[in-house]
Nanobody, 114 residues
């Protein structure tokens, strides 16, 4: 059974930092690309960042480039999203996703507000 369990997130002031984690189980984590998405009410879920199986290929949405860092630890079956210099427009529910099917984390609320 594929499981993606997220942790992290919460409320932070503008300019602050948060780190999201996504622990995977039930599949061979190390061979699949992993993604972080986010969604705000009334909008489609958008991809924020992706990382290839070995971590050699990383992509970011233009809106987060230079502020967010995606990484993975294949020994721990975990993917991370380090979010720095957060802005109010980063407020959303964040989801991790694996490339081996329609498998999503449970979602984590990130709120950036003073």
């Amino acid at each position: 059974q594929v499981r993606l369990v997220q942790s992290g997130g919460g409320l932070v002031q503008p300019g602050g930092s948060l780190r999201l984690s996504c622990a995977a189980s039930g599949f061979t984590f190390r061979v699949y690309t992993m993604y972080w998405y986010r969604q705000t009410p009334g909008k489609e879920r958008e991809v924020v960042a992706s990382i290839s199986s070995t971590g050699s290929i990383i992509n970011y949405a233009d809106s987060v480039k230079g502020r967010f860092t995606i990484s993975r630890d294949n020994g721990r079956n975990t993917v991370y999203l380090q979010m720095d210099r957060l802005k109010p427009e980063d407020t959303a529910v964040y989801y991790c996703k694996s490339a081996n099917g329609p498998y999503w984390g449970q979602g984590t609320q990130v709120t950036v507000s003073s």
